[in-house]
């Protein structure tokens, strides 16, 4: 007997959507965040692996929502999530999360100022907080090797709490990268370092960005200085909703720029690098 409840069958179309949200490493679509107002108000938008992005825009206009959406730490009001082929609601939700690498200035309140710099590496992998009891000696020989890798194997027997902001900053990519993530989210990582070392942690995401078997990167920043080549796409919110998203150099254009930040801006390019300057109101 066939079942009366039995959702009809798919077509063509809906199929192909389906199997591009099976296959991309993020698949949002029509997603909404609602407390006491409309915060996100239908987001679509999809990173294909090996993809490197940066979400843009104004204070307030949905960058952090869609991150705790994405990373589970929020629940959508509705729309589909994705992430490497597995959907919010449908799969464990801790499970999904351990596929999104997060690095944000959150954490740092988190980590116990003793906190070896080791352990804080290998907590990564199964998504901890401040390492409790015996640690597998492959896990410790990993993270070893991941820290040498990124040039901070001489902090291997530091604690949390001596390490600069750069410093920590890498940690805790380091920490993402043990565990294997298939997007790696930075919010804001650069927030509080000073020039010089803004510049050096940059450069030093550019060379992460072209190493073999790199993960997908979304870079998340209100600043257009910290917009590496490596970054070849771009995601402009504007008032909880997409203004614009694609290639670069279709979206990193002043008149686009104006209307997500609401005044007149120039936008000069430097190189492969870009400077947002405010046009002065005629008096």
Same mark, same amino acid.
């Given at each position: 007997m066939i079942s009366e409840n039995l959702p009809p069958p798919m077509s063509p179309q809906d199929s192909s959507s389906a199997t591009s949200k099976q296959n991309a490493t993020i698949a949002i679509q029509?997603?909404? $965040?609602?407390?006491?107002? !409309?915060? =996100?108000?239908? /987001?679509?938008? *999809?990173?294909?692996?090996g993809e490197h992005w940066v979400i843009l825009g104004p204070n307030g206009c949905g960058k952090t929502s =869609?991150?705790?959406?994405?990373?589970? $730490?929020e629940m959508a009001t509705a729309g589909d999530v994705f992430v490497d082929g597995a959907e919010y609601g449908r799969t464990d939700w801790r499970e999904v999360r351990k596929r999104v690498g997060l690095v944000t200035s959150?954490?740092?309140?988190? =980590? !116990?100022?003793? !906190?070896?710099v080791l352990d804080a590496v290998v907590s990564g992998r199964d998504a901890m907080i401040n390492l409790v009891g015996e640690v597998d000696p492959t896990l410790r020989q990993e993270a070893r090797a991941l820290l040498n890798r990124i040039g901070c194997g001489y902090?291997?027997?530091?604690?949390?709490?001596v390490l600069s *902001?750069?410093?920590? *900053?890498? /940690?805790?990519?380091?920490? %993402?990268?043990?565990?294997?993530?298939?997007? =790696?989210?930075?919010?804001?990582?650069?927030?509080?370092?000073d020039p010089v070392a803004r510049e050096r942690f940059l450069q030093w995401l550019q060379t992460l960005a072209r190493e073999e078997g790199a993960p997908s990167m979304v870079l998340v920043t209100h600043h257009v200085e910290e917009i590496l080549p490596c970054f070849s796409r771009v995601?402009?919110?504007?008032?909880?909703?997409?203004?614009? %998203?694609?290639p670069k150099e279709e979206v990193m254009s002043p008149s686009l720029l104006s209307q997500a930040y609401g005044a007149p801006l *120039?936008?000069?390019?430097?190189?492969?690098? $870009?400077?947002l300057q405010v046009v002065p109101e005629a008096v």
């Amino acid at each position: 007997m066939i079942s009366e409840n039995l959702p009809p069958p798919m077509s063509p179309q809906d199929s192909s959507s389906a199997t591009s949200k099976q296959n991309a490493t993020i698949a949002i679509q029509g997603l909404r $965040y609602v407390r006491d107002r !409309e915060i =996100l108000k239908g /987001i679509d938008w *999809q990173v294909e692996p090996g993809e490197h992005w940066v979400i843009l825009g104004p204070n307030g206009c949905g960058k952090t929502s =869609l991150i705790n959406c994405l990373t589970g $730490y929020e629940m959508a009001t509705a729309g589909d999530v994705f992430v490497d082929g597995a959907e919010y609601g449908r799969t464990d939700w801790r499970e999904v999360r351990k596929r999104v690498g997060l690095v944000t200035s959150t954490l740092t309140f988190y =980590l !116990e100022p003793g !906190e070896p710099v080791l352990d804080a590496v290998v907590s990564g992998r199964d998504a901890m907080i401040n390492l409790v009891g015996e640690v597998d000696p492959t896990l410790r020989q990993e993270a070893r090797a991941l820290l040498n890798r990124i040039g901070c194997g001489y902090l291997t027997d530091s604690r949390w709490g001596v390490l600069s *902001q750069g410093e920590r *900053q890498k /940690i805790l990519i380091c920490r %993402a990268l043990m565990a294997r993530y298939k997007v =790696l989210i930075l919010d804001e990582p650069c927030a509080g370092l000073d020039p010089v070392a803004r510049e050096r942690f940059l450069q030093w995401l550019q060379t992460l960005a072209r190493e073999e078997g790199a993960p997908s990167m979304v870079l998340v920043t209100h600043h257009v200085e910290e917009i590496l080549p490596c970054f070849s796409r771009v995601l402009l919110l504007k008032d909880g909703a997409v203004l614009c %998203a694609g290639p670069k150099e279709e979206v990193m254009s002043p008149s686009l720029l104006s209307q997500a930040y609401g005044a007149p801006l *120039q936008l000069i390019q430097s190189g492969e690098r $870009y400077v947002l300057q405010v046009v002065p109101e005629a008096v």
